[in-house]
């Protein structure tokens, strides 16, 4: 799981389309399972403070939020590679959102 979380996922076709948040384990019968990756901003700001995943899950009702399955996982290396094409995984511009309206206001972060 720590070569996944934070990973940059890379589609096919080289594309960026995000860093991963968070991953969902289901415990089974023949022990833990890797279920889906997560990621967008509410994923990514539960990281940062508890109350402010809670603050924008109640904004955003889940709309910014994606889960790829851990079966459209390619390969695990400096970046978790995908499957398929972008236009395959419906995740939208949500790094560049966490960048605009979440990152630019830590100290540091200045690009």
């Known amino acids: 799981m720590r070569d996944i979380v934070d990973g940059q996922l890379r589609t096919r076709e080289g594309r960026r389309i ?7 384990v289901e415990w089974t019968s023949r ?4 279920r889906d990756m997560t990621l967008g901003p ?3 700001a539960s990281r940062v403070s508890g109350r402010l ?3 924008l899950h109640r904004l955003f009702g889940g709309r910014k939020e994606h889960r790829i399955p851990i079966s459209e996982v390619e390969e695990i290396g400096p970046n978790v590679m995908l499957k398929q094409t972008a236009d395959s995984y419906d995740v939208g511009n949500a790094d560049d959102w966490i960048r605009d309206h979440i990152f630019r206001f830590i ?4 690009k």
């Open 18 to 24: 995000g860093r991963v948040a968070d991953v969902e």
């Open 42 to 44: 509410e994923a990514h």
């Open 107 to 110: 100290p540091g972060s200045e």
């Open 31 to 34: 022990g833990l399972f890797l």
């Open 53 to 55: 995943g809670t603050l």
